[in-house]
């Protein structure tokens, strides 16, 4: 991930009224990891997989306060059920900020189908998301993220690619 969009995901964070981080760590987000762990205005959260994030961050809605669940598009698939229950069943929002593994240009065998699965699952549990490839981008999308989120109860998604994260 570029210095340029890690720091950018930071305003868009802090512009959006983001306290809290809930993440799995990733090797396309290592700069991230620690850039949060060291802002003083954001607690962070490791988490062992993606649902129990999403948990986390539903339980942070429900507190007043605005939390990101940060991870690689191959924990989406493991986050369904939590996401399922808590947006389509008590419109509990989770924004979710993704780096894009397996997309065009990917070069590990193992990460394909982290892209090829992304998309439909995302359209599959009707969670808006932008797929975001510039810098200049970050930012707003981010704020743009939490606006749609929190006017409409539901999920939406960031999924960063292209040589913001490689």
Excluded at 12 to 40: E, H, I, N, T
Excluded at 120 to 129: E, I, M, S, T
């Amino acid at each position: 991930m570029t210095p340029g969009a890690v720091d950018a995901v930071l305003r868009g964070l802090k512009k959006a009224g983001v306290s809290v981080a809930c993440y799995l760590p990733d090797s396309l987000f290592k700069p991230l990891y620690p850039a949060l762990d060291a802002d003083p205005d954001i607690r962070t959260i490791p988490v062992t997989n993606e649902g129990e994030g999403a948990a986390i961050c539903g339980g942070v809605f429900l507190s007043g306060k605005r939390a990101v669940l940060v991870m690689e598009n191959s924990g989406l698939r493991a986050s369904v059920e939590p996401l399922a229950r808590m947006g389509l069943g008590a419109g509990i929002p989770v924004v979710m900020l993704m780096s894009y593994r397996g997309e065009l240009g990917e070069n590990n065998w193992w990460a394909i189908p982290h892209g090829i699965t992304m998309e439909p699952v995302l359209q599959a549990l009707r969670v808006p998301y932008r797929v975001v490839r510039e810098e200049a981008e970050v930012e707003r999308s981010i704020e743009d993220a939490y606006a749609s989120a929190y006017a409409s109860y539901y999920h939406t998604a960031i999924v960063l690619g292209g040589s913001l994260v490689r």
